[in-house]
C-alpha cells in the first residue's frame, strides 16, 4: 500500500518547477530511507507572501518522485524558470539544491484546506524543508490514508526532461528485477567510511566472479562511481 508524506512549498506547478526540493542533505536522505518508488508526497501550500492568496494553507497536489538526487538549481535553470533573489541565502548559494524529480503528479480538484483533512493534528504545518511521513505523525483522524484515497484529483502535465525519464526507467527495471529476484541492499549516500558526491549519474552491472554454479548480478546506480 503506497505511503503519504506532506511538506509545504509556495506553489503547485509541475510545468515550471518538476522537483520537490530538500534544503538539506538530512532531510532529503531521511525521506529516501522512509520511503518507496510508488509513495506519494502531499503538496500543501505556505501560507506566507511567496504562496498566491488563493492556494494558502491549502492541499494542492501530489507527487510520485524518482529516487536520484538531481541538483535543484541546475534543473530550474536548464528549463528556464526564474529564481528569485529571495531563494538564494547570503552566500549567494540556492536555499534548496537537493531535488527528487516528479514521475507523476495530479492536482486535487477542489485544493481543500490542510485544516479541514487533517484536523489539528499538524499545527501549523511549520515544515518546508522536508518531506513528512504522516504514519509517523500524532493526532490524526484514524481514516486519513482512506480520506487521502478519496479526494479527486486530476493527472497534470510535468515539464519534459530526458533524465527524468531515465530515472523513471531505471527505478521500474529495478522493481522488476526485485520481485523476481533476490536483491542486494539499496543504493546508500552514507556508508561510513565515504563520502558521496552529486554528479552525472551511472548505471551500473556488477558480476561476481568465483561462484561456478551461478552467475550473480548486481544492477545499481550511483552519483559517485569511484
Excluded at 536522505?29 to 502531499?42: I, K, P, Q
Excluded at 554528479?199 to 552519483?223: C, F, M, R
Amino acid at each position: 500500500m503506497s505511503k503519504y508524506f506532506l511538506t509545504k512549498t509556495w506553489g503547485f506547478s509541475p510545468l515550471t518547477y518538476p522537483v520537490s526540493p530538500f534544503s538539506t542533505l538530512g532531510a532529503m536522505t531521511t525521506y529516501l530511507h522512509e520511503s518507496e518508488t510508488e509513495d506519494w508526497v502531499l503538496i500543501v501550500g505556505t501560507t506566507n507572501d511567496a504562496t498566491d492568496e488563493h492556494e494558502r494553507g491549502k492541499l494542492l497536489g501530489k507527487v510520485r518522485l524518482g529516487q536520484h538526487v538531481v541538483d535543484t538549481e541546475a534543473i530550474l535553470n536548464q528549463i528556464g524558470t526564474e529564481i528569485e533573489p529571495k531563494e538564494y541565502d547570503l552566500e549567494g548559494r540556492y536555499k534548496w539544491p537537493y531535488g527528487l524529480p516528479m514521475l507523476e503528479a495530479y492536482k486535487f480538484d477542489d485544493t481543500p484546506l490542510a485544516k479541514d483533512i487533517f484536523g489539528s493534528g499538524l499545527p501549523g504545518l511549520v515544515w518546508a524543508i522536508s518531506a513528512r511521513l504522516l504514519s509517523k505523525e500524532e493526532g490524526l483522524p484514524d481514516d486519513i490514508t482512506s480520506t487521502l484515497d478519496a479526494l479527486p484529483c486530476t493527472k497534470v502535465d510535468i515539464h519534459e526532461i530526458p533524465e527524468f525519464r531515465n530515472i523513471e526507467f531505471l527505478q521500474l527495471m529495478l522493481s522488476a528485477n526485485n520481485q523476481n529476484s533476490p536483491s542486494g541492499p539499496p543504493p546508500s549516500g552514507d556508508r561510513a567510511g565515504s563520502v558521496s558526491k552529486l554528479g552525472k549519474p551511472v548505471v551500473y552491472l556488477l558480476e561476481l566472479d568465483g561462484v561456478p554454479q551461478k552467475k550473480i548480478h548486481k544492477i545499481g546506480y550511483t552519483n559517485d562511481i569511484e
